[in-house]
């Protein structure tokens, strides 16, 4: 028998299903009806690839990673001493806690999209309103991740360097930090996956990459370069995956 709390929670949660279905349209007999559509419209991306288009499709590709890449890193750089001053175990005072956590729910409270739209209308088209959209945004999920990975840390070790008269920076640098450093590289290679997913996108509003060409090509039916564009971007998200856990295992 589950517990009387389990039973309840689990009912309140099927509850509150039941009374968003509607608002989110979620319809079940649509969905089963629309299976016959979902299945012609991947019948049609079984389409003979556009080799010709092979050399564009490489450069926005590469682009594309290059955006992911920039962005993350300069993200990182401000992540690392924001996720310190919004841990609560790490924060020099309460005022600068909720000042930086305010902060980073500012940066990630608008979506990548909305932000390359305002770099755009500033710095023009290309790639540099994608990166600053990106940076942006990625700074305010970044920096939470590392605050949580810093405030769940074993407190011995900081306890130690404590009672032998170690100071904030060499406590930080030798008992937080490097217990934290495998939940830093797994948010760091994570968050540059999702980049590169949503680089692909900002180039619907001319922040440069691979997702112009990806939109164009579904609004002209052109599925034999749109199935190109499609594994070029699994190919590079798997092999970002592959290569993030052999890194980090042997951080580990």
């Not at 924060?91 to 902060?103: A, G, I, K, M, W």
């Not at 495998?182 to 691979?210: E, H, K, Q």
């Amino acid at each position: 028998m589950l517990p009387t709390s389990i039973v309840v929670g689990i009912l309140l949660a099927i509850a509150a299903l039941l009374i968003a279905a509607p608002a989110a349209e979620v319809d079940l007999f649509r969905l089963l009806g629309s299976v016959g559509q979902l299945i012609e419209f991947l019948g049609l991306m079984l389409a003979v690839p556009d080799w010709g288009y092979l050399p564009d499709l490489l450069i926005k590709m590469l682009q594309t990673i290059e955006i992911a890449f920039v962005s993350t890193f300069m993200a990182l750089v401000v992540s690392l001493p924001l996720g310190v001053l919004a841990a609560s175990n790490t924060s020099p005072h309460p005022l600068v806690y909720h000042f930086t956590r305010n902060l980073m729910n500012l940066m990630r409270a608008l979506p990548e999209f909305i932000w390359a739209l305002v770099f755009v209308s500033a710095v023009g088209l290309g790639a540099l309103p994608g990166v600053m959209a990106l940076a942006f945004v990625t700074t305010g999920f970044m920096s939470k991740f590392f605050a949580e990975s810093i405030e769940v840390i074993d407190p011995k070790a900081v306890e130690g360097l404590t009672s032998t008269g170690a100071g904030q920076f060499q406590i930080l640098m030798f008992a937080v930090l490097p217990q934290a450093l495998p939940d830093f590289i797994s948010t760091i290679l994570y968050i540059l996956d999702l980049n590169i997913r949503s680089a692909t996108v900002l180039g619907l509003v001319g922040a440069g990459g691979i997702g112009y060409d990806m939109v164009m090509a579904m609004r002209l039916f052109n599925y034999n370069r749109l199935v190109m564009i499609a594994v070029c971007i699994y190919l590079a998200v798997t092999f970002l995956d592959r290569l993030s856990d052999k890194f980090r295992g042997r951080v580990i």
